[in-house]
């Protein structure tokens, strides 16, 4: 995931440095080579030819513990780098999984919500067909009315909560740069509410991914949560 990377690239460098401090305690032998060929050097008539070759062995018997203390203080930055990006990953799996539930939970609510303002529409109708009958007084017409505005003020706050955490939940997993263009509106909108819709949008989105993660389509949510804990845990 995008989230890790970070990490990783300094558990990467922290690693690289260690096996550069590690070299640092080993000899460095040098292989030195000379070969001339002269001829009326100084305006003289002369010739000389010469060859050497020459091994050179280069060891720190002792700098004041110096190459250890710095093997010593890479081989701890590497601990800390891998305690950090252990770190980083939980909190991401952590995040991943609240956003998850957010989507999930929206995605039951949302029906709900729809279903409370078809009732409440139904009632403000009969209401207001009562009221002009005489067997509804108006007081009554206008608090179904209120009760109709105050179900859909709660229906598209909930549908924005649902966008909001569909677009969390993609952020979080790195992949909400390629998901949005999928979607005619610009924002996902979720109308299809299975628990695996938004699992399979990111596994068509990461095709590599997809070919070992293979999930039914009717798969329970839990199951589909599993997946995508997985995926961001890569």
């Given at each position: 995931?995008?989230?890790?990377?970070?990490?990783?690239?300094?558990?990467?460098?922290?690693?690289?440095?260690?096996?550069?401090?590690?070299?640092?305690?080993?000899?460095?032998?040098?292989?030195?080579?000379d070969l001339g060929n002269n001829a009326n050097v100084s305006g003289t008539r002369s010739y000389t030819k010469s060859a050497s070759a020459?091994?050179?062995?280069?060891?720190?018997?002792?700098?004041?513990?110096?190459?250890?203390?710095?093997?010593?203080?890479?081989?701890?930055?590497?601990?800390?780098?891998?305690?950090?990006?252990?770190?980083?990953?939980?909190?991401?799996?952590?995040?991943?999984?609240?956003?998850?539930?957010?989507?999930?939970?929206?995605?039951?609510?949302?029906?709900?919500?729809?279903?409370?303002?078809?009732?409440?529409?139904?009632?403000?109708?009969?209401?207001?067909?009562?009221?002009?009958?005489?067997?509804?007084?108006?007081?009554?017409?206008?608090?179904?009315?209120?009760?109709?505005?105050?179900?859909?003020?709660?229906?598209?706050?909930?549908?924005?909560?649902?966008?909001?955490?569909?677009?969390?939940?993609?952020?979080?997993?790195?992949?909400?740069?390629?998901?949005?263009?999928?979607?005619?509106?610009?924002?996902?909108?979720?109308?299809?509410?299975?628990?695996?819709?938004?699992?399979?949008?990111?596994?068509?989105?990461?095709?590599?991914?997809?070919?070992?993660?293979?999930?039914?389509?009717?798969?329970?949510?839990?199951?589909?949560?599993?997946?995508?804990?997985?995926?961001?845990?890569?």
């Amino acid at each position: 995931s995008p989230a890790l990377q970070g990490s990783e690239a300094d558990l990467e460098a922290a690693e690289s440095e260690k096996k550069m401090a590690f070299a640092n305690l080993f000899p460095k032998v040098n292989l030195e080579m000379d070969l001339g060929n002269n001829a009326n050097v100084s305006g003289t008539r002369s010739y000389t030819k010469s060859a050497s070759a020459m091994i050179q062995l280069q060891y720190n018997l002792f700098r004041g513990g110096n190459d250890w203390a710095r093997h010593r203080e890479t081989a701890n930055r590497v601990y800390q780098s891998q305690e950090e990006l252990e770190q980083a990953r939980r909190q991401l799996v952590k995040e991943v999984s609240s956003a998850w539930h957010d989507v999930m939970n929206s995605a039951q609510q949302v029906p709900l919500m729809e279903h409370n303002l078809a009732v409440q529409e139904r009632v403000a109708t009969a209401y207001q067909e009562e009221q002009a009958l005489g067997t509804r007084s108006h007081l009554d017409a206008l608090n179904a009315l209120n009760d109709v505005f105050a179900a859909q003020r709660t229906l598209v706050n909930e549908q924005f909560k649902q966008i909001f955490s569909t677009c969390e939940l993609f952020s979080k997993m790195g992949v909400l740069t390629e998901i949005l263009p999928r979607f005619p509106s610009g924002s996902p909108t979720m109308e299809t509410r299975k628990a695996m819709d938004v699992a399979a949008m990111v596994f068509d989105v990461h095709e590599s991914f997809a070919a070992t993660a293979i999930i039914p389509s009717d798969a329970p949510t839990t199951q589909a949560e599993d997946a995508l804990l997985d995926y961001v845990s890569l």
